[in-house]
């Protein structure tokens, strides 16, 4: 704290005497005020009598905490209104000795039976903030009042009482753990609390004083599993990494027999000596003696009470999720969270780089898991260094015979990369994987000689070492590269390089007899001047000729020995000492050089390349210990699954007869399926351990869908319900039935809902939400469904992920339209949009234009939904718009052989996709003939563009005329959108080419954000042109008419007379166009655009001049 104290002193100003201090904090004096006449103001607020100064005060003290301003001086006059009666002002005082009574330790200990007097204050807040409070206070000598306190809290009628005692019970141990014992009784018994709000905090405790104590956590265990997913985000963390550690502790590994069998398979194959065969035979009886494994009831609780929140918004509660499973599930069901993980990879890259940690371990053991994500690891440009490290890392674990050629292919790509220390990585990725992968062995070492005449010295230096490692494998067929390698000692100069090149020929140099003798004259005459590691290959190499071939290397071994033998560095010195006693025979060197050969040019085992994640699974995944792969403080160890099962009966709950329900077996038989679907990779056995009583879980009827408190339904769950409850619920489902019978006649007979329907219809969606979740049991896993969605789904998830099916069916419903609803439109319903069920092999969608500025698709329905009229509920057809706005020619009669098709931007947003641009189609048979199916055909639109055609049409009758409306997504370019409109007889090629002005729509905003987002757009991103405003179009109605029909923009209010101010965003991106058209003297103006899109603002300025001026 002494160190925040300095912080918050520099910050804040400084406490030495006399010193000014210039006006930053609200509560200084002015620009000349010294610090004896500091807060002096406040002080007197502070001692007044009126509670509506202290209030001013203390807002003020806090906020000059909130901004790191040093505020403890005025630690006297605050703690003094600890026994104010006012709540808020009592409220803040406790925020404030919380964050100072740390170091003003002697103060706060004086008002210490006002802290104890507030223990019992009425109010929930204050009791809590006074325990805080005295919990912060860290002297010793109060340790009594501590316990004393925590223990009353821990009884307190208020779960958030209760849980700020579980919040002081860690900092009592920190100052005392000699109350370890008295801890310990506390955390039982706030263990047995049924609130989810102290659940994750008590756990917390457990955790910080008496992680052993598994015994505490088993009458709990239950309990805990259920009430997970209401626990808050930060609770879930901490209670499903104790239930990891807990589970390993009591339950079979689920792996077992499998492992076992691996195991022995392995032994058959390489042990072949005699001595084995015994302890085969016993490992082959102990085999065929195990029990096939049947999975606990408990074990398989936990881990369908988690897996739902692999769907959490939360990063952390997704991967200890993760790391569960992982840890405990059966293999079959372990797949499961890839995709879970996969999602993570688009959030911020701290996010990424944890996870990418986490799947490059997991990847080594479970590769299958992640394959089908194989493009999810490809790497962007964008990507921080650490990052594509990591994925690179993944791509190679995940490399094998079937997917290798598409792997190599993204790491051809990746070598020519800026980042040179992605590209070293790159290269050796390369290395592991033709070391793993035999058949394309050839093909990487080629393709790494290929590099070998790359510009970059960083690249080449790094292929050698590489090339290195892979011709240790089969040096014999490759003497060209050998060759080829010792010609690059004249440019290479990264030291590592040179000495992979050296030890290559001095191993090798049989392979090439003639070069080796050549290259060691080379470095012989540079050897002063090499690096101490090339030095000590070069004196290796010398050895190695001097044994193999004598003759023409005796004297250049001499040389570079004596060279050696006054090196600055003594380990060369040391080196070249050996080398020559036990090369040239002498009648000292003794026995040693007759084995010179045997020693020296001994066969070497290659190297194997493996990943540096291998042995990091021995940490727990998740947890800050794996990520730095070294044990950190406070971590503990996951322990191995135990051989034998221990009681599962010590999880029983015994229930007092007084609150047995006799409901309860009627409920027993009504069946009602799990909220969340197990239906995959579950065993047989499993799932018959699953159906025991003590098994179900009831967590989809908790407070939030049934009114009643999370305590309540926990409550049902131990068995200790009664038999009201059961009626109140059955009377609510009577009389939600008998509500919706009129519900339905009142949809069926009026076209345009009214406002009370609506609220029923989101009633009744909220209910079908509930029904379709409970039916997910019978229902395919999240995974596999996924596996068969449509594109179409991938692109409506990025605008309807966000709201609920109810909300979607009611703004379907009132969707107008002027012809008869096609077939696909009405049968189209709502789709149940999962966060895991999003196409990971595409990118994500373009962020939705944010519907506070903008006018959204619902208020344009919810402004037609008023009409009097009867209307059809087709959601892709809108009333005609012509003649309010310019018409195009799609297709002229004369080339559509009577049928005539013109088109307009009708400026409303497109009802399916907000990124599309609304074109309103008007076609005319007139001939005299029916034309039949008139749809869209094979529309070719340039990369990026995305075309949404209009429902089919199925006849158009002689003279009559049908307008439909198709979205097309421009992509922010006004080039022409080209497809085909088909009839039952023709084809016709055309194409619809929008202006600048219709690629955006208006956003209503005040004068102030516009000028702050002027502010910003300014530079290259500022369009100005200067002209003259022709005499009917100077009047404020003309100009703004003007603007308005060249560009979708919205007027923005202004104070100036002279200056006119529209705003709009571009539909695809969202990028903001703002407009300025200031009048200057006569006739002269001036038009500002400003765009970070610069093609489009150059083009706006052209349009909008083009139509003030004719």
Known sequence: MAAGQAYSEEKGGSSSLGEPEYGHDPASGGIFSSDYKRHDDLKEMLDSNKDSLKLEAMKRIVAMIARGKN????????????????????????????????????????????????????????????????????????????????????????????????????????????????????????????TTLVAGSVVMAFEEVCPERIDLIHKNYRKLCNLLIDVEEWGQVVIINMLTRYARTQFLS??????????????????????????????????????????????????????????????????????????????????????????????HSEVQYVVLQNVATMSI????????????????????????ILKLEVLTNLANETNISTILREFQTYIRSMDKDFVAATIQAIGRCATNIGKVRDTCLNGLVQLLSNRDELVVAESVVVIKKLLQMQPAQHSEIIKHMAKLTDNIQVPMARASILWLIGEYCEHVPKIAPDVLRKMAKSFTNEEDIVKLQVINLAAKLYLTNSKQSKLLTQYVLNLAKYDQNYDIRDRARFIRQLIVPTEKSGALNKYAKKLFLAQKPAPILESSFKDRDHFQLGSLSHLLNAKAVGYQELPDWPDEAPDPSV???????WTKCTSREKRKEKVEKPFYSDSEGESGPTESADSEPESVSEESETSSSEGSSSSGSEEEEEGSGDQSEDKEE???????????????????????????????????????????????????????????????????????????????????????????PSPRATTAGPKEISLL??????????????????????????????????????????????????????????????????????????????????????????????????????????????????????????????????????????????????????????????????LMAPV????????????????????????????????????????????????????ADNEYRFAAKTVTSGSLVLITLEKREGAAAQLTVNSEKMVIGTMLVKDIVQALVQ
């Open 1004 to 1055: 209503f905003m005040s004068e102030n954000e516009f000028k702050k987002e002027q502010g910003k757009l300014t530079g290259m991103s500022e369009i100005t042109e200067k002209l003259t405003l022709p005499e009917k179009c100077r009047s404020d109605h003309a100009i703004v008419q003007q603007v308005t029909s060249a560009a979708n923009v919205g007027r923005v209010p202004c104070g």
């Open 730 to 820: 059955e009377e609510k489902r009577k009389k939600k039935k008998e509500k919706e019978a009129p519900r339905k006649a009142s949809l069926e007979s009026a076209g345009s809902p009214s406002e009370e329907e609506e609220e029923e219809g989101v009633k009744k969606g909220k209910k079908k939400k509930q029904q379709q979740e409970r039916k997910g049991c019978g229902e395919t896993s999240s995974e596999e469904a996924s596996a068969s969605e449509s594109s179409s789904s991938e692109s409506d998830s990025g605008s309807e992920a966000q709201e609920s099916p109810a909300e979607v069916e009611t703004k379907r419903r009132k969707a107008p339209a002027s012809t008869k």
């Open 71 to 194: 505020a403890s001086d005025l630690f006297p006059a605050v703690v003094k209104n600890v026994a104010c009666k006012n709540i808020e002002v009592k409220k803040l005082v406790y925020v404030y000795l919380v964050r100072y009574a740390e170091e003003q330790q002697d103060l706060a200990l004086l008002s210490i039976s006002t802290f104890q007097r507030g223990l019992k204050d009425p109010n929930q807040l204050i009791r809590a903030s006074a325990l805080r409070v005295l919990s912060s206070i860290r002297v010793p000598i109060i340790v009594p009042i501590m316990m004393l306190a925590i223990k009353e809290a821990a009884s307190d009628m208020s779960p958030y009482v209760r849980k700020t005692a579980a919040h002081a019970i860690p900092k009592l141990y920190s100052l005392d753990s000699d109350q370890k014992d008295q801890l310990i009784e506390v955390i039982e018994k706030l263990l047995a609390d049924k």
């Open 254 to 347: 689920p792996n077992q027999n499998e492992s076992l069998l691996e195991d022995s398979a392995e032994k058959a194959f390489y042990g072949s000596d005699e001595e084995d065969t015994k302890d085969d035979k016993a490992e082959a009886t102990s085999l065929v003696k195990r029990k096939p494994y049947v999975m606990d009831p408990d074990h398989r609780l936990l881990l369908r009470n988690t897996k739902p929140l692999l769907q959490s918004r939360n990063a952390a509660v997704v991967m200890a999720v993760a790391q569960l499973y992982f840890h405990l599930a059966p293999k079959a069901e372990v797949g499961v969270i890839a995709k879970a993980l996969v999602r993570l990879l688009r959030s």
């Open 365 to 388: 053991k479970r590769r299958g898991m992640f394959e089908p994500y194989l493009k999810s690891f490809y790497i962007r440009s964008t990507d921080p260094t650490q990052i594509k």
């Open 837 to 998: 069920d999003l196409d990971d092999f595409t990118p994500p969608p373009p962020q939705p234009v944010p519907s506070s500025n903008i006018v959204s698709s619902s208020l344009v329905t919810d402004l037609e939904g008023l009409t009097l009229t009867d209307t059809s509920l087709a959601p892709a057809l809108l009333s005609p718009v012509f003649g309010s706005v310019r018409t195009y020619e799609l297709l002229h009669r004369m080339t559509g052989e009577g049928l005539s098709v013109e088109y307009c931007f009708s400026r409303r947003p497109f009802p399916h996709d907000p990124h599309m641009v609304a074109v309103q189609i008007q076609i005319s048979n007139n001939t005299d003939a029916e034309v039949k199916s008139l749809r869209i055909s094979e529309p070719k639109p340039l990369s990026g563009m995305r075309i949404q055609e209009f429902p089919e049409i199925e006849s158009l009758a002689p003279g009559d005329t049908a307008s439909v409306v198709m979205g097309i997504d421009f992509c922010d370019s006004t080039q022409a959108a080209n497809f085909q409109l088909c009839t039952h007889t023709r084809h016709f090629y055309v194409s619809i080419q929008p202006p600048v002005g219709e």
């Open 651 to 657: 999880r029983n709950v015994e229930v007092p007869e």
